[in-house]
């Protein structure tokens, strides 16, 4: 069974950097991908990023590219998403998701508890 657990979330100022750590209890991931989604209140999970565990290609939302940058460490089992210039829209419950490489929150099958991150203007 895989876990995930979320951490680095927090409150800041428009402008912050914030760098969130996504940690798997499994140590190999080949042919999936890790992803990073955010949830608003009263909005849809939409995706953020995502990197292949198998490689270093990475894919972003429009909303943040030039931005955001995501990252890994395999010896750790661990994956970074470093948010530069937070905007107060950027405020939402950060997930990362393991599963199958897409855009798609739905074609991911597990997922952390979220952390919070709220930028205040």
């Known amino acids: 069974q895989v876990q995930l657990v979320e951490s680095g979330g927090g409150l800041v100022q428009a402008g912050d950097s914030l760098r969130l750590s996504c940690a798997a209890s499994e140590r190999t991931f080949s042919n999936y991908a890790v992803g990073w989604f955010r949830q608003a209140p009263g909005k849809e999970r939409e995706f953020v990023s995502a990197i292949n565990w198998s490689g270093d290609s990475t894919d972003y939302a429009d909303s943040v590219k030039g931005r955001f940058s995501i990252s890994r460490n395999n010896a750790k089992n661990t994956v970074y998403l470093l948010m530069n210039n937070l905007k107060p829209e950027d405020t939402a419950v950060y997930y990362c998701?393991?599963?199958?490489?897409?855009?798609?929150?739905?074609?991911?099958?597990?997922w952390g508890p979220g952390t919070q991150v709220t930028v205040s203007s």
């Open positions: 998701a393991l599963g199958p490489r897409s855009t798609l929150a739905a074609l991911y099958n597990y």
